[in-house]
């Protein structure tokens, strides 16, 4: 248990960076900046599903952390922030370096996930385009004397958010440690059919351990590529957590949460069907 608990408290270390800097933008946008810079900074949004896609690649779910906290206060498009989601690697590329999958084979599956992404950020943001949601502020409920010192406002906002994450981290962490394997590996070998749609539920599992469980499923031979690809496009990490925590319209969170399931059930779908790369 002390082992397991330093783990969570390692991986919620490695997002305060990300929450560094997200709320540090935020507050910067929120109190600094002009309305002619924020005008320009919404203008050139539309470019936001690609470098959101390319940004997510990385392995790590940093940036998915980052990008929920710039959409709650509508600094990114939606398109963006589901962009970020379907293409962020979380641990799928170290898990898969340790099995000696081909690296060529790796670098398929980021580009794939990077181009969903993209694709479906845009497709997104074309169809929202006349939305318009309600812009929250990041300290309409906090005591963080933003007013006076933006660098102690963001401080205490990040020490707030990064204590949630590891106590949310801890316990859906305990709990898929407590998933039998063995059944959930006879599910997908009664249910091919299925499975696409069970491993992008998989997947929303807010936990890195999701994407280790559905690549070593790959790995092992239980899972073909398209029901790898749809709970790797849904594995955004602890990203999911954080929208649910902070967004004050919940409706939209889960209906967010909602479309990155389905576009990775029916990209999943769409690679098993083809049969490549399996």
């Known amino acids: 248990m002390k082992d397991f608990i330093l783990d969570c408290l390692f991986d919620t270390l490695k997002m305060f960076p990300f929450l560094f800097v997200a709320f540090l933008i935020i507050e910067l946008i929120e109190h600094k900046l002009s309305d002619k810079t924020k005008d320009m900074i919404e203008k050139s949004g ?4 690609l470098i959101g896609g390319i940004l997510g690649a990385f ?23 589901v962009a970020v989601y379907l293409s962020t690697s979380d641990e799928m590329i170290p898990v898969m ?7 060529s084979k790796i ?3 980021v580009l794939i996930k990077v181009i969903v992404g993209i694709i479906f950020g845009f497709i997104i943001d074309f169809i929202f385009r006349y939305h318009k949601s309600h812009s929250y502020s990041i300290c309409e409920d906090d005591t963080c004397d933003c007013e006076n010192s933006i660098i102690k406002s963001t ?12 106590i949310a981290m801890f316990l859906v962490s305990l709990s898929v440690l407590l998933i039998d394997e063995y059944h959930i590996t006879q599910f997908f070998v009664n249910h091919p059919i299925l499975s696409p749609m069970i491993s992008s539920l998989l997947g929303l599992i807010p936990s890195c351990a999701a994407s280790i469980l559905i690549t070593q499923l790959y790995v092992g031979g239980i899972i073909p590529f398209g029901t790898l ?10 990203g999911m957590l954080l929208l649910i925590r902070s967004n004050e319209d919940a409706g939209e969170s889960f209906f967010i949460i909602f479309m ?8 999943g779908l769409f690679f098993n069907v083809l049969g490549v790369l399996s």
Do not use: D, M
């Open 229 to 238: 690809i749809s709970g790797l496009l849904t594995a955004s990490g602890v």
């Open 107 to 109: 670098i398929i599956i």
């Open 59 to 81: 392995p790590q779910c940093g940036f998915s952390v980052l990008t929920t906290n710039l959409y709650i206060t509508r600094i990114v498009t939606l398109g963006t922030l």
């Open 260 to 267: 990155v399931f389905l576009i990775g059930t029916i990209v």
């Open 46 to 49: 539309k470019f936001g599903p």
């Open 97 to 103: 370096l340790s099995n000696e999958v081909a690296v």
């Open 155 to 166: 401080i205490i906002h990040t020490l707030k958010t990064g204590f949630f994450i590891f």
